[in-house]
């Protein structure tokens, strides 16, 4: 770091010279946005109002919400590792986008020949890696991490409420999924899945079907049953869901989920379902006749679907349940297959056509969980490595390691956090342009943008390029509609 590049000439063309000068140049205007996002939803705000500091105040120098700004500006500009963070701590935009101060205080600081680590009012570029990392430590408490979920469902309950006019939405489906992420070591907790064929965790996330919202997640070991914990973890999701986002939350999931426990809590707090539910010698028994009869209906045809509806109880239920048997014949193939769902809605409320649609738009959230494992990529690289040196140095007081559980916990629902921001910048755009815009997309055509950085006397001016400026200039009409004062709820 802070080489200098002397001029060099390119061998294809002499009128080319390649040099380095300190001037305040970037590639990361967009998190300008970002930061615009977060404010304008109150993210910020909320975070440093109710996260735990436990730091001596004498010896802050980058204030915790700072430190929180740096982690998700970083990751919605595409870099994943904390290391990162080092690299880029004396980039113009990025340095500007972080800070809490008012002016160009922020990039005054740089400015100084030395930058006194006494001065904490004047923090010298971003947060070190070394000063995430204790940051993530700091934030695994339980009491931290709570406030961590809490801000994911404020800031998609925050965005859905503006868009609806200050009014939340009537009805809302959350889909529960397992999610499998994939670890490079032996991180606590992780471990090799059969299913997956690696050594992954296996958190369960909750998502929004009409949105593509995320509104929670809790990290789970990685050779757990797709299930475990599942019943506490969807109640409160609904729960936060009917405070913040709608009035009826119903609940769609796959064929891990369905248990006694979960299916009578669903059907006890009048919260509606279906879900997909494995075959057994049962169910194959009662599928038989109807089968046959699909059989034949569909003997002529080259693809279709049949519906049957039937009563059933699992051995392990407390009674009987609403089930309907899906019988498909696809064109490419010769024989039909099929498969069960289960739900609580009565026939009236949901014919069988009805039902099947329904439980197809599960698609929904598993493109949200491509996304964010294609673009996001989650780093969950936590683990209790003891150092024998730092930086060529031993070090003169060691730490005891904290839970690296609940650390990776907590890069997860950061990951989270910074999907939530993108996605707020992918919706808009959507509206502004009324084109399909992927979180891939937005990231490298939004937020990945050059910029030169003037100083006034007390202004900044960034100046993009017009290619850029024809994506942002809509953009922010959007975006300035959409985090203006927030209409009543």
């Known amino acids: 770091m802070g080489e200098r590049l002397s001029q060099y000439q390119v061998g294809f063309n002499k009128s080319v010279r390649l040099e380095a000068r300190p001037e305040r140049i970037t590639s990361e205007a967009g998190a300008l946005l970002t930061r615009e996002v977060l404010e304008g939803l109150g993210i910020l705000r909320f975070l440093g109002e109710h996260l735990e500091d436990t730091r001596n105040p004498r010896l802050i120098t980058h204030p915790l919400v700072e430190m929180v700004a740096t982690s998700l500006l970083l990751m919605c500009q595409g870099w994943r590792d904390q290391d990162d963070a080092d690299a880029l701590r004396h980039d113009g935009a990025l340095r500007l986008a972080v800070s809490t101060r008012l002016g160009v205080a922020a990039l005054q600081a740089r400015e100084q020949q030395d930058c006194q680590r006494d001065d904490a009012a004047k923090p010298c570029g971003l947060a070190s890696q070394p000063t995430l990392s204790r940051m993530v430590k700091m934030l695994s408490t339980q009491r931290n991490q709570r406030v961590l979920k809490d801000a994911l469902v404020r800031m998609a309950g925050e965005r859905i409420r503006r868009e609806q006019g200050g009014r939340r939405m009537q009805h809302m489906t959350i889909d529960v999924d397992s999610l499998p992420i994939p670890v490079g070591g032996h991180q606590s907790g992780s471990e090799y899945n059969g299913h997956y064929r690696e050594r992954i965790f296996h958190p369960i996330v909750a998502s929004v079907a009409e949105t593509g919202d995320i509104l929670d997640a809790e990290l789970r070991p990685g050779n757990v049953h797709t299930a475990l914990g599942a019943s506490d973890f969807i109640f409160a999701v609904v ?167 609940a650390q990776n916990q907590v890069l997860m629902l950061l990951n989270l956090l910074a999907y939530e921001t993108i996605h707020t910048l992918r919706q808009t755009m959507q509206k502004a342009t009324r084109t399909g815009w992927s979180i891939k997309r937005t990231q490298e055509r939004v937020l990945r943008v050059a910029a030169r950085i003037v100083l006034h006397a007390r202004r900044a001016v960034v100046v993009i390029e017009q290619r850029a400026a024809d994506c942002w200039s809509p953009l922010l009409r959007h975006l300035r509609m959409l985090l203006g004062p927030a209409p009543a709820s």
């Open 239 to 405: 729960d936060k869901a009917e405070q913040h986002i709608c009035q009826v939350a119903s609940v769609r999931m796959d064929a891990g989920f369905p248990g006694e426990q979960l299916l009578s809590g669903l059907e006890g707090r009048s919260i509606h379902y279906v879900a997909r539910i494995k075959n057994n010698g049962k169910l194959g028994r009662m599928a038989e006749p109807h089968l046959e009869h699909a059989v034949l209906e569909m003997s002529c045809e080259t693809s279709g679907t049949r519906m049957y509806e039937c009563e059933y109880r699992a051995s392990s239920w407390s009674r009987a349940r609403r089930v309907v048997l899906v019988v498909q014949k696809r064109a490419d193939e010769l024989l039909t297959h099929h498969f069960w769902l289960v739900t609580s809605w009565s026939r009236t409320e949901y014919p069988p056509e009805d039902l099947l649609r329904h439980y197809r738009e599960r698609g929904t959230a598993e493109g949200v969980m491509g996304e964010l494992m294609n673009v996001l990529n989650p780093a969950l690289s936590s683990t209790a490595r003891p150092k024998s040196h730092y930086r060529d140095q031993v070090p003169q007081k060691r730490y005891l390691p904290g839970d690296c559980f």
